[in-house]
């Protein structure tokens, strides 16, 4: 790549959203918007590199999008007309005149555009589309990825991931999806679906599903960067700011988290000199926009997760993490999204903090028993917990059945070990 | 990857002055659009080198040298901390960045990448081998 078409790739990377949400609010049709966009950038590849990057790149772009879209237009009158001589009926957006977009485009130049962005990241992660269309088009209008850089991410063809786009822009048209802000009862459902597709993200690269390496930390960075030009987009939100503070102490851990063989390394037995203090930090200071934002009570997962993320942050070494402080939070959690599986940590914590028998005691709920009757970790942590009260036979039979049930070879070695040594 | 955006000082900076309002402001808004653009992560402005000083080190010996210190561009006057994509997204943005000593000649802003263990993959064998060899020996 030369230099120049460096220079384009990154204009286009910070204008890219801003330009596609000015150019939807006109269009109301995110997919020609960004193809509008797109045409702008073609434009700029072609002349720049003769005539020099332009004084104000960006102004350069909307000017020559703007064209674009006039263009489009006229074009679309003139198929009108020749349609109303044929005797078929007037478009509905018929009324839409070139010199309108021309007065929108102009008057609004400069406007602050908060909400076209914020309706640009909601028509992207609009639930009609699949989970994989959402994250590569949120990817690629939001965040200015290119095609091929989502490809690489995500180990796919970057064929797969153009056609990905193409459809999901196809079926929002088809769906008539509108280019707005939703308010009221619906922005609730709607934001979750938002904080979904950037946390799926980050957990691509966090976990990742797919690959050799096992974490992607350029998916996490892109991630971190959407949930933060959300909370700004979003500021009032809570859930916003707890998914952020949730990714930045998660994100911290990234260094620290795979031992020399590959292998994962787990949260208490990681250096934590190896943690990235800068983002511990940033998080601490996110999650305390969402505690001043939602009172004890009103508080959702996101906020929740963060917090219990922030007490193992908090701790500059294992033996210093306030146990009875996860317990609690893990309890208000599973008030706020009941799940096994929250219940299955809250014991551990609550096994932490006031010792065997109590973590035991909500271990042996049957109906946690019924829900997580196939889940290795269930009878491991029994195990455990069993094993420390000098229970020695009946940990065994559990890290056994664990062992059984566990579906990674290294973790079932791990298990059949773990039972061998009680002897 | 991240990147260290480091203003020079200049004279007029090293003298201790404070910015003019016209100029905090506009830093104010530019800061304003790093934030929303998602990539700003750390940010501070440094007092003038009379409040610093140097160590300087030969063999075992260690001469402590008190501010201020002459050749004002050679000096640090403020840093940022960016997540980028690209050295390019970075000089884009910087590109941007009001003049931080309008008025001055050699008000200059140097774009530095933050190494990453990964970017050196036998320092990361090291890295994990000394992190190894300290986990075995807190067993």
Same mark, same amino acid.
């Given at each position: 790549?030369?230099?120049?078409?460096?220079?384009?790739?990154?204009?286009?990377?910070?204008?890219?959203?801003?330009? +596609?949400?000015?150019?939807?609010?006109?269009?109301?049709?995110?997919?020609?918007?960004?193809?509008?966009?797109?045409?702008?950038?073609?434009?700029?590849?072609?002349?720049?590199?003769?005539?020099?990057?332009?004084?104000?790149?960006?102004?350069?772009?909307?000017?020559?999008?703007?064209?674009?879209?006039?263009?489009?237009?006229?074009?679309?009158?003139?198929?009108?007309?020749?349609?109303?001589?044929?005797?078929?009926?007037?478009?509905?957006?018929?009324?839409?005149?070139?010199?309108?977009?021309?007065?929108?485009?102009?008057?609004?130049?400069?406007?602050?555009?908060?909400?076209?962005?914020?309706?640009?990241?909601?028509?992207?992660?609009?639930? /009609?589309?699949?989970?994989?269309?959402?994250?590569?088009?949120?990817?690629?209008?939001?965040?200015?990825?290119?095609?091929?850089?989502?490809?690489?991410? &995500?180990?796919?063809?970057?064929?797969?991931?153009?056609?990905?786009?193409?459809?999901?822009?196809?079926?929002?048209?088809?769906?008539?999806?509108? &280019?707005?802000?939703?308010?009221?009862?619906?922005?609730?459902?709607?934001? #979750?679906?938002?904080?979904?597709? /950037?946390?799926?993200?980050?957990?691509?690269?966090?976990?990742?599903? #797919?690959?050799?390496?096992?974490?992607?930390?350029?998916?996490?960075?892109?991630?971190?960067?959407?949930?933060?030009?959300? #909370?700004?987009?979003?500021?009032?939100?809570?859930?916003?700011?707890?998914?952020?503070?949730?990714?930045?102490?998660?994100?911290?851990?990234?260094?620290?988290?795979?031992?020399?063989?590959?292998?994962?390394?787990?949260?208490?037995?990681?250096?934590?000199?190896?943690?990235?203090?800068?983002?511990?930090?940033?998080?601490?200071?996110?999650?305390?926009?969402?505690?001043?934002?939602?009172?004890?009570?009103?508080?959702?997962?996101?906020?929740?997760?963060?917090?219990?993320?922030?007490?193992?942050?908090?701790?500059?070494?294992?033996?210093?993490?306030?146990?009875?402080?996860?317990?609690?939070?893990?309890?208000?959690?599973?008030?706020?999204?009941?799940?096994?599986?929250?219940?299955?940590?809250?014991?551990?914590?609550?096994?932490?903090?006031?010792?065997?028998?109590?973590?035991?005691? +909500?271990?042996?709920?049957?109906?946690?028993?019924?829900?997580?009757?196939d889940y290795h970790l269930l009878p491991s /942590?029994?195990?455990?917990?069993?094993?420390?009260?000098?229970?020695?036979?009946?940990?065994?039979?559990?890290?056994?059945r664990a062992a059984e049930l566990a579906t990674?070879?290294?973790?079932r070695?791990?298990?059949?070990?773990?039972?061998?040594?009680?002897? | 990857?991240? &990147?260290? +955006?480091?203003?020079?000082?200049?004279?007029?900076?090293?003298?201790?002055?404070?910015?003019?309002?016209?100029?905090?402001?506009?830093?104010?808004?530019?800061?304003?659009?790093? /934030?929303?653009?998602?990539?700003?992560?750390?940010?501070?402005?440094?007092?003038?080198?009379?409040?610093?000083?140097?160590?300087? &080190?030969?063999?075992?010996?260690?001469?402590?040298?008190?501010?201020?210190?002459?050749?004002?561009?050679?000096?640090?006057?403020?840093?940022?901390?960016?997540?980028?994509?690209?050295?390019?997204?970075?000089?884009?943005?910087?590109?941007?960045?009001?003049?931080?000593?309008?008025?001055?000649?050699?008000?200059?802003?140097? +774009?530095?990448?933050?190494?990453?263990?990964?970017?050196?993959?036998?320092?990361?064998?090291?890295?994990?081998?000394?992190?190894?060899?300290?986990?075995?020996?807190?067993?």
């Open positions: 790549m030369t230099d120049t078409a460096r220079t384009i790739e990154a204009i286009y990377r910070i204008e890219s959203p801003k330009l +596609i949400a000015r150019l939807a609010r006109i269009t109301r049709d995110v997919g020609q918007a960004e193809e509008l966009a797109q045409d702008a950038l073609v434009t700029a590849l072609e002349r720049w590199p003769i005539e020099g990057v332009p004084d104000n790149p960006a102004a350069w772009l909307v000017q020559t999008a703007k064209h674009r879209a006039i263009d489009l237009i006229r074009r679309r009158q003139r198929f009108d007309k020749i349609g109303e001589q044929l005797g078929h009926e007037p478009r509905e957006n018929e009324t839409e005149t070139a010199e309108r977009v021309i007065d929108q485009l102009d008057d609004r130049l400069d406007d602050p555009i908060g909400d076209e962005l914020l309706g640009l990241v909601f028509v992207a992660c609009h639930p /009609v589309l699949s989970n994989e269309a959402r994250v590569a088009l949120t990817l690629r209008l939001v965040g200015g990825l290119t095609v091929e850089e989502i490809a690489k991410a &995500f180990l796919v063809p970057a064929p797969t991931i153009a056609q990905r786009i193409v459809r999901a822009k196809k079926q929002l048209a088809d769906a008539n999806v509108p &280019f707005e802000v939703p308010r009221g009862d619906e922005l609730a459902v709607r934001l #979750a679906s938002v904080l979904e597709v /950037v946390y799926l993200i980050f957990n691509e690269g966090y976990a990742a599903s #797919a690959g050799a390496e096992w974490t992607r930390p350029e998916l996490c960075d892109d991630a971190l960067r959407l949930g933060r030009v959300l #909370a700004e987009l979003a500021p009032n939100e809570p859930e916003v700011h707890g998914l952020v503070a949730l990714m930045e102490i998660q994100a911290s851990r990234l260094a620290a988290r795979i031992a020399p063989d590959g292998t994962p390394i787990l949260l208490l037995d990681q250096n934590r000199a190896r943690w990235d203090w800068l983002l511990v930090r940033r998080g601490l200071a996110a999650l305390d926009r969402a505690f001043a934002l939602a009172p004890p009570g009103s508080r959702g997962p996101y906020v929740m997760q963060a917090a219990i993320a922030a007490c193992h942050g908090r701790a500059r070494e294992a033996s210093a993490t306030d146990w009875a402080r996860i317990a609690a939070l893990y309890g208000e959690l599973a008030a706020a999204a009941p799940s096994p599986i929250v219940e299955l940590n809250r014991a551990v914590a609550v096994g932490m903090a006031e010792g065997p028998a109590a973590a035991l005691a +909500i271990l042996d709920n049957p109906a946690l028993q019924r829900a997580l009757a /942590v029994r195990g455990d917990a069993l094993a420390k009260l000098g229970r020695v036979a009946e940990a065994r039979a559990e890290l056994e990674n070879a290294r973790e070695d791990l298990l059949v070990e773990r039972a061998r040594r009680l002897g | 990857m991240r &990147f260290m +955006i480091i203003v020079k000082a200049t004279k007029e900076s090293e003298t201790g002055a404070n910015p003019s309002a016209e100029m905090l402001a506009k830093m104010g808004n530019f800061n304003e659009e790093l /934030v929303k653009a998602g990539i700003m992560l750390d940010a501070a402005g440094l007092a003038s080198s009379s409040k610093g000083a140097r160590v300087r &080190f030969s063999g075992a010996k260690r001469t402590v040298i008190d501010g201020p210190f002459t050749e004002a561009k050679e000096l640090v006057a403020g840093y940022w901390i960016w997540q980028c994509k690209s050295l390019a997204e970075a000089v884009e943005w910087v590109k941007r960045c009001p003049d931080p000593h309008p008025g001055s000649a050699d008000s200059e802003i140097e +774009i530095r990448q933050i190494n990453d263990l990964s970017d050196f993959p036998e320092l990361v064998d090291e890295a994990r081998a000394i992190q190894g060899r300290l986990a075995a020996s807190t067993k």
